[in-house]
Structure formats: C-alpha cells, structure tokens
Antibody
Framework: EVQLVESGGGLIQPGGSLRLSCAAS????????MSWVRQAPGKGLEWVSV???????KYADSVKGRFTVSTDNSNNTFYLQMNSLRDEDTAVYYC?????????WGQGTTVTVSS | EVVLTQSPDFQSVTPKEKVTITCRAS??????LHWYQQKPNQSPKLLIK???QSFSGVPSRFSGSGSGTDFTLTISSLEAEDAATYYC?????????FGPGTKVDIK
C-alpha cells in the first residue's frame, strides 16, 4: 500500500528552524516527484515546493531562500527544512506524491510559529 | 503567477441534486487543471486530473471538463458523503497554485 506519514511539527518561536519528515512506503521517493502543500488554520491549500525525482527543487516565492527540500534514500524519506520561520508559516503541512497532480497525501503535521 | 478563482464560494445542496463548480485561470493553462476534495479534518483527495481524467477509485458521479482558462467540476447526483470543500489546482506554470475552494454543504 502506498502511504505517506509526516512528522516533526510543533511549536517554534519566530526565527527558529524545524525539519519536517515524510516517511514513504509502497514506493521509492527519489524515483518519484514529491511535493509539500500547507494549509493555514481555517484557510485554503497553498503549494509550497516540489522535488523532481530527487533533483531540481522549486519553491513558492513565500518560502524561497528559507525552506529546502531533500530526500534520504536510505530510509525512503522526504524532508522539508524550514529556517527563519515566521508567524505566517503557521499551518498544517502535507507531503504528497506527485508534482503536477498529487495522488497520495499524508495526514499532515502541524507547525505553529509563535512567541 | 496563475491566479485561480472558483465559484460559488459556498453551495448548500439537496441530495440527488446536480452540483457544478467552476474554476477560472488568470491565463491559459491548457488542460493542466486538477480537482481535489477535502472533508473536515482530513487530507485532500485527488478526484480529477488533467481537467477531465477521473482518478482511480473516484465515483463516476464526479466529472470534469474544460481547457484553457475555464474549467468545471460536476457532481451528477449529490450524496451526503460529498459534503466537503473542493479545490482546483493548476500545474501549467510554476509556481503551481490552488483555487480558494468551494464548500458544499448538504441541506
């Protein structure tokens, strides 16, 4: 069964860093396109980043220069490294399989940026 | 950036009624438009890819159409379990973007 499980969310102060993990099963992350999407409380979905088969990452302007995506082949995990966090980064973060359309989603992990 | 607008914002519908949701793109995106369903406290689920291709396992009452700038998601006969927010998403131009969502409520 194809499945994604996110972890790593939590409460972090503005300016801090956090790394989200997305553990995949049923497929190999570095052979697939992988994405991050976030959803602020009570708001709609916002595209964050895409990684094309482990290379050539792209980012939303709102996170460019602060967020970095990567994969770890040894444990089949997709990561989102978030630095210089701001209040407006508070959201549920979803990882998803795919780039153009997202056919498998994780359950989400909540990031709260607050002092 | 391609801006997607959806209409209506909210719709309250009786079971078995037909539901039509539109998504308009600020510039042409061919058929690079996808639809998702999100129920409360759940992750989004893919319904339609590339404007009109049904995703595996999605009930046949869901269908999509359109190209260029105007797209439609149709639920042919609404069921109670279809109460959700529906989002369109474009992958024609980076950054990929989502529409603001259409909430469908059951009367």
């Amino acid at each position: 069964e194809v499945q994604l499980v996110e972890s790593g969310g939590g409460l972090i102060q503005p300016g801090g860093s956090l790394r989200l993990s997305c553990a995949a099963s049923g497929f190999t992350v570095n052979l697939n396109y992988m994405s991050w999407v976030r959803q602020a409380p009570g708001k709609g979905l916002e595209w964050v980043s895409v990684l094309y088969s482990g290379a050539n990452p792209k980012y939303a302007d709102s996170v460019k220069g602060r967020f970095t995506v990567s994969t770890d082949n040894s444990n089949n995990t997709f990561y989102l490294q978030m630095n210089s966090l701001r209040d407006e980064d508070t959201a549920v973060y979803y990882c998803a399989k795919g780039a153009y359309y997202l056919d498998v989603w994780g359950q989400g992990t909540t990031v709260t940026v607050s002092s | 950036e391609v801006v997607l607008t959806q209409s209506p914002d909210f719709q309250s519908v009786t079971p078995k009624e037909k539901v039509t949701i539109t998504c308009r793109a600020s510039q042409g995106i061919g058929n690079s438009l996808h639809w998702y369903q999100q129920k409360p406290n759940q992750s989004p689920k893919l319904l339609i890819k590339y404007a009109s291709q049904s995703f595996s396992g999605v009930p046949s009452r869901f269908s999509g159409s359109g190209s260029g700038t105007d797209f439609t998601l149709t639920i042919s006969s609404l069921e109670a379990e279809d109460a959700a927010t529906y989002y369109c998403q474009q992958s024609g131009t980076l950054p990929f973007t989502f529409g603001p969502g259409t909430k469908v409520d059951i009367k």
